[in-house]
């Protein structure tokens, strides 16, 4: 069992950065493939990127690559999610999810656990 918890959303201006954190508690954290994903008002959850159990490999969506960074810290337990050059259209609630999958999964049913959500509002 996994708990994960998410900070470091907010506001930010289109073209500048904000940092999200993913603090997960339970057992064996870096055995998991850690994803990230997000979802707009009116749409469906989609993929951000992942971060495979082993690291560092990771795989992001086409509208974030290039400027958005996850890393992770197993020592702490946590992973992140550098946002830069943020654009309007990253507005949205963000998620970090775990799952035991063979790779860095696009489907959010490949992930087992899902933290609550923080908003990230981009201003225009």
């Known amino acids: 069992q996994v708990q994960l918890v998410e900070s470091g959303g907010g506001l930010a201006q289109a073209g500048g950065s904000l940092r999200l954190s993913c603090a997960a508690s339970?057992?064996?954290?870096?055995?998991?493939?850690m994803g990230w994903f997000r979802q707009a008002p009116g749409k469906e959850r989609e993929f951000v990127g992942g971060i495979f159990w082993s690291g560092p490999s990771t795989y992001y969506a086409d509208s974030v690559k290039g400027r958005f960074t996850i890393s992770r810290d197993d020592a702490k337990n946590t992973v992140y999610l550098q946002m830069n050059s943020l654009k309007f259209e990253d507005t949205a609630v963000y998620y970090c999810?775990?799952?035991?999958?063979?790779?860095?999964?696009?489907?959010?049913?490949?992930?087992?656990?899902w933290g609550q959500g923080t908003q990230v509002t981009v201003s225009s």
């Open positions: 999810a775990a799952g035991h999958s063979m790779g860095i999964s696009v489907s959010a049913y490949a992930y087992d656990y």
């Open positions: 339970g057992r064996a954290f870096s055995t998991y493939t």
